[in-house]
């Protein structure tokens, strides 16, 4: 039998009393005896029997249920969320470490398995030959009866314009006469005193209105950082009146110590700008060292002064783009490191309203100088893994606002800035994964991002019309982005190693590198910068790739596996890419200090890469095997045979050169190892140069430096 749900009514009082109550509120005998009348245990049992059918109904339901949750929370704490450090090994999670390295991502030799082989190689190499990479392979091997024959037909045809080698012996005023012949490396003046030669250093004052037109027209879209007007003021105040379109003065009229580095920054503008649009009246190279010499005495560590900034800005953007600078990861780190710690001390980081500037044109100046400042930083750390310096959370300063009556430039500029503000937030956040070392990142948030940074990357660009500027939207944008992109692709193929996802990867990294990278262009002063940074990644990539194709033919011919066409055909490929590059690099070496420096890596290993078979004998089995894993050739040998098309390039010998390439290596690496000695010899006093002689040359750079086993 059940015991029957009967509903009881009585208070508590009286139902545990079991006396009669009269249901009221307080009941009679609860009022007489003056206690609390509650009905509580009468409310619930009400509730418990409406409720006590549903309960049996889905008790068991119920209980299924949290037992799946509880065997499920149990299996969670088994599983390990996947993670990725992109400066640890994938392979055994050691650290890496790539110090003061000339070109960008070469973290990526030391986790490709086939570069990893190339690396044992020339270490190989250079413990039987410690200078093996110090010299042109084009000319290692030249006789030196074929090296005389070589210098008397290059005086042959050169005449004045031929470049002597370092044991010709000829004294600096020789060297910068004949490097003088070279416009953009004529020398005037005494730089060493720029305020007693400054006149001399400089064209005339027509020139100088042209070349200042020049750069507000084309290059301040690129580093807006000065006002056109104020700097016009400023230099009719300095260098005072003119007849005919000359200068009347012989010395600057300094007014104040801010004066000096507007000198300093004159003179940058006009290099920059005559560098952009060469023309009749030369900007000598020596303006670009008076501006140095100028900045030595204002260390804007200690001087806080906003033409200063201003100044070390414009100096340190040309040092990148400058045809005759080279750039390594230490400069770009320390340099604007620097800046940005002005910034702080000059209070950019704060909106000029809270600190009492209530001019508009500086208020929209300092903006201008701190966003661009912080595009600048994410920039260099997206092309060569720097650290960031800044810290936006301690930063309230807002975006640049369209001024009223602004010129159509000027309002281009703040339109990009708000334009891509989003763009810069999110690849920040992905440069910082990048650098980051103490902790792995989960997977599933770096590809996320990776996905968010390419959303918005095509959102910006759909925002582009015909009032931006290319210089502006081409290449401060599209090719960092694009680079960072390929590079964080290509690792994540590393990574996730010979699978269906990881060749996802692989594709993805070769379609932006070999399509959405090959058809962007420009015309800006940025392209050969950030041209020569792309051949650079081509070549890299294309050495990986070729070394792997390598392994795994050898695995394929080892097992009598003769279905090796399409590796072949692959192979063919990227020879023809990587050898026509590097032709190309010898085009730029007449101009481009960075392009022979890469010029001669990238010969040497052609040279290896001739003979493959060396490099598979001289390393571990186990490490050739671990490259000799299958890629998708096929889809692979699509995407180059595009790219070969479509920059029309044809199969080429490297080396087999006539007598006039081997004339032509030769003046480039007398033209580079000159200018070093010029500079070298007027940097340091006649006393020391004599002391160092007698010291093993230690030079300040080592584009070797990824060879060199970690």
């Not at 023309?279 to 030595?296: F, H, N, Q, W």
């Not at 930083?377 to 720097?386: G, H, P, Y």
Request: aromatic share 10%.
């Amino acid at each position: 039998m059940t015991k029957r749900d009967r509903t009881i009514y009585s208070c508590d009082a009286c139902r545990s009393r079991k006396i009669k109550c009269n249901r009221q509120t307080p009941c009679a005998s609860c009022h007489k005896s003056k206690r609390d009348c509650v009905y509580t245990v009468s409310r619930q049992r009400d509730a418990q029997i409406t409720n006590r059918k549903l309960d049996k109904k889905t008790y068991h339901q119920i209980s299924a249920i949290e037992k799946k949750i509880s065997a499920l929370e149990g299996k969670k704490g088994l599983l390990q969320v996947e993670a990725i450090n992109f400066n640890k090994s994938f392979t055994d999670q050691t650290p890496l470490v790539e110090l003061q390295s000339l070109f960008p991502y070469l973290l990526l030799s030391k986790q490709d398995p086939g570069c990893v082989l190339v690396r044992h190689h020339c270490h190989h190499l250079l413990e039987k030959d410690p200078r093996y990479f110090e010299y042109s392979q084009l000319l290692a091997d030249l006789s030196l009866t074929k090296r005389h024959h070589l210098t008397a037909r290059a005086k042959a045809l050169l005449g004045e314009a031929y470049i002597p080698s370092p044991q010709e012996g000829h004294t600096i005023d020789q060297l910068k006469h004949v490097l003088s012949l070279n416009p953009n490396f004529r020398f005037a003046g005494n730089f060493a005193d720029p305020l007693t030669s400054f006149f001399s250093l400089i064209p005339p004052a027509w020139a100088n209105k042209q070349l200042v037109d020049t750069f507000f027209q084309h290059i301040y879209p690129v580093i807006p950082i000065i006002d056109e007007t104020d700097f016009n003021t400023s230099i009719n105040r300095v260098l005072g009146p003119q007849i005919d379109g000359h200068y009347i003065n012989s010395f600057p009229s300094i007014g104040s110590a801010d004066d000096l580095p507007f000198l300093a920054l004159f003179l940058l503008v006009l290099r920059i700008s005559y560098m952009y649009t060469p023309g009749a009246c030369p900007v000598s190279y020596d303006t670009l060292r008076a501006a140095e010499t100028i900045m030595k005495e204002f260390d804007i560590t200690k001087t806080h002064s906003l033409t200063a900034l201003q100044a070390e800005i414009m100096l340190r953007f040309y040092k990148i783009v400058a045809p005759e600078s080279y750039t390594q990861s230490n400069y770009v780190q320390v340099s604007v490191g620097v800046l940005i710690q002005n910034c702080y001390s000059l209070a950019l980081h704060r909106d000029p309203e809270y600190i009492g500037e209530h001019n508009p044109k500086q208020q929209h100046l300092r903006r201008k100088i701190w966003h661009l400042l912080l595009r600048m930083e994410v920039i260099d750390s997206a092309i060569f893994q720097t650290i960031l310096s800044s810290n936006p959370d301690a930063s309230d300063t807002k975006l640049p606002q369209l001024i009223d009556q602004a010129p159509p430039m000027e309002q281009s500029i703040v339109k990009h800035i708000w334009r891509s503000t989003d763009l810069f937030v999110s690849l920040r956040k992905l440069v910082e994964i990048n650098s980051k070392t103490s902790e792995d990142t989960p997977l599933e948030t770096v590809l996320e991002l990776l996905v968010e940074v390419e959303t918005k990357l095509q959102t910006f660009l759909a925002t582009i019309d015909s009032e931006a500027s290319t210089v502006f939207y081409n290449d401060l944008v599209i090719f960092p982005v694009n680079f960072l992109l390929m590079y964080m692709y290509y690792s994540l193929y590393l990574f996730k190693g010979p699978t269906p996802l990881g060749n996802k990867y692989l594709l993805k990294s070769a379609q932006i590198l070999f399509v959405d990278l090959a058809r962007t262009r420009s015309t800006s002063l940025f392209l050969a910068y950030f041209n020569l940074n792309y051949i650079h990644l081509v070549l890299m990539i294309t050495n990986f790739l070729r070394m792997r194709v390598d392994c795994i033919i050898h695995r394929h011919l080892r097992a009598q596996d003769s279905s090796v066409q399409d590796l072949q055909c692959c192979r063919y490929f990227l020879k023809i890419i990587f050898f026509s590059h590097v032709k190309e690099l010898g085009n730029y070496s007449s101009s481009h200090k960075y392009a022979w420096q890469m010029r001669k890596v990238y010969l040497t290993l052609a040279k290896i890469m001739e003979r493959s078979s060396d490099v598979l004998i001289s390393n571990d089995p186990e490490l050739v095997k671990s490259a000799a894993v299958d890629i998708p050739v096929k889809e692979i040998n699509k995407l180059l045979e595009q790219y070969i098309n479509f920059k029309g390039f044809t199969p080429t010998t490297l080396f087999d050169p006539t007598d006039n390439e081997l004339i032509d290596e030769m003046q480039h690496e007398n033209l580079w190892n000159a200018m070093e000695n010029i500079e070298y010899s007027e940097k340091v006093y006649s006393g020391w140069i004599d002391a160092i002689k007698n010291v093993p040359s230690n030079w300040d750079w080592d584009y070797w430096d990824f060879l060199k086993i970690s």
